[in-house]
């Protein structure tokens, strides 16, 4: 019974002093009022949006929109002064952030890792087995050690930020069969695989969950410890954008992103803290 008292004050003082960390970083809030629009990347959005719940109920007075869309649609939309946040899942050109004058903040990393239908008894492939399948070279299951069935592709569109540091560091830039079937967000991704016992396609680490299978990559699997560790390199930076330097709400709600309570949501949802 005394361990078990113990146990509970222990809890209740770490839940005491959560809240008052969130309270301290939620101050900048207090006093500010209009509505903060955020679009891109949708890798960012569990963590947005959690941020935003948090924001939006000490402060009833803001009002926080998030939208998916892809990278390059949050370089755009923040550039052209339709929303004050842009999502990013690289780092925006020199060329984008002169045309758009753009600052730039990184608040978290995240792999990138490719995932099958839990059905699926392929769960390991080497850099040379994914490429040949990305490519159309390897088109039947059986051909790395699966059923005699063919494999269907799964890739995003050319905007996405996902789909550029899978590209580049996985596939190592090489080509994409015509014949894959592109979705348009992590989401979108993982409900098609999920759907498809011969579907493979890749997703954010944050997003990986029981409904869809990583796929280990020359023997590492795309797993939060990895990334962190640096073992598993298919991986990138999350990044946020304002135009100009960041300011009134956008500024406080980037700075909040980079507080103690802000970091920790970004572990909480698989990614790798800066700070």
């Known amino acids: 019974m005394q361990n078990l008292s113990k146990i509970f004050i222990f809890g209740l003082l770490c839940l005491l002093l959560t809240t008052a960390a969130q309270g301290s970083d939620l101050d900048a809030f207090v006093g500010q ?13 569990p963590v947005m949006k959690e941020a935003a719940e948090l924001i939006m109920t000490s402060n009833p007075d803001i009002r ?21 946040i842009g999502n990013a899942g690289r780092k925006a050109t020199d060329e984008e952030i002169a045309t758009y004058k753009l600052s730039m903040v990184k608040w978290a990393i995240d792999g990138v890792g490719a995932v099958v239908n839990p059905q699926n008894k392929v769960t390991a492939l080497t850099a040379t087995q994914l490429q040949d ?18 494999i269907n592709i799964y890739d995003r569109d050319a905007a996405s930020g996902t789909r550029e540091v899978f590209w580049k560091k996985a596939l190592q830039s090489g080509d994409v069969t015509k014949k ?34 990583p796929v280990a ?19 990138r930076g999350l990044f ?16 909040f992103l980079l507080s103690p309570t802000g970091q920790q949501i970004a572990r909480d949802k698989g990614f790798v803290a800066v700070k």
Request: glycine letters at 20%; proline letters at 2%; hydrophobic letters at 40%.
């Open 33 to 45: 009022k209009g509505i903060l629009k955020i679009a891109g990347g949708t890798a960012h959005i």
């Open 64 to 84: 926080i929109t998030i939208a998916g869309g892809g990278t390059g649609v949050g370089i755009k939309q923040v550039g052209e002064g339709l929303v004050e």
């Open 133 to 150: 399948i990305f490519s159309g070279k390897i088109v039947n299951w059986k051909e790395v050690g699966g059923e005699d069935r063919g």
């Open 180 to 213: 894959a079937n592109v979705v348009v967000s992590n989401g979108a991704m993982k409900t098609a695989i999920a759907q498809d016992p011969y579907g493979i396609g890749y997703v954010s680490v944050g997003h990986i969950d029981g409904t869809v299978t």
């Open 217 to 235: 990559l020359d023997g590492v699997v795309p797993n939060l410890e990895n990334v962190k560790s640096g073992a598993y390199g298919v991986a």
């Open 240 to 255: 946020s954008l304002t135009k100009g330097k960041p300011a009134g709400l956008a500024k406080s709600f980037l700075d």
